[in-house]
């Protein structure tokens, strides 16, 4: 963790830029380092391209966190991949992230996001609702486990 927290425009916002500038290695590093699911580069610039809204952010020239949307460019959204290296957690970039692409989102009909399990109260403090009505088909044990009442 740094030695003092930084205000969340002490940060460098990149809205959408060229994917292929970005060092995909490093974004898996960053998957890790907060113990997601391991992904490959190619998959994950594949992935970063289908969605209408990239932001990823830096503290001079070291990117330390991201997210996107998964949407259809008008009426559904879904946040998805929102990461913040654990070296700058605490420092408001995850809030800063979900609410810039909420801006983006704010004509589109319906956005929702799956939390990482245990993150519920960090979007229900920035006003997000949990949804009565939201269905998984759960993709192994694990996800039945971490994401559905019966597990």
């Known amino acids: 963790m740094p030695n003092k927290v930084l205000a969340p425009q002490s940060f460098i916002y990149k809205v959408n830029p060229d994917l292929g500038e970005l060092d995909w290695n490093h974004i898996c590093e960053l998957f890790a380092s907060v113990n997601w699911r391991t992904r490959t580069a190619e998959e994950l610039k594949k992935a970063f391209s289908t969605g209408s809204w990239k932001i990823f952010v830096y503290k001079d020239d070291q990117l330390i966190g991201f997210g996107r949307t998964i949407d259809d460019g008008r009426y559904y959204a879904m946040l ?47 006003g997000w609702k949990k949804q009565t009505t939201a269905y998984i088909w759960p993709q192994g044990p694990k996800q039945l486990r971490q994401h559905t009442a019966e597990g």
């Open 80 to 126: 998805g991949d929102v990461i913040v290296d654990p070296d700058f957690q605490g420092q408001g970039l995850g809030k800063e992230i979900v609410n810039r692409l909420n801006a983006l989102l704010q004509d589109y009909h319906f956005v929702t996001l799956t939390a990482a399990p245990g993150k519920g109260d960090f979007y229900t403090s920035l």
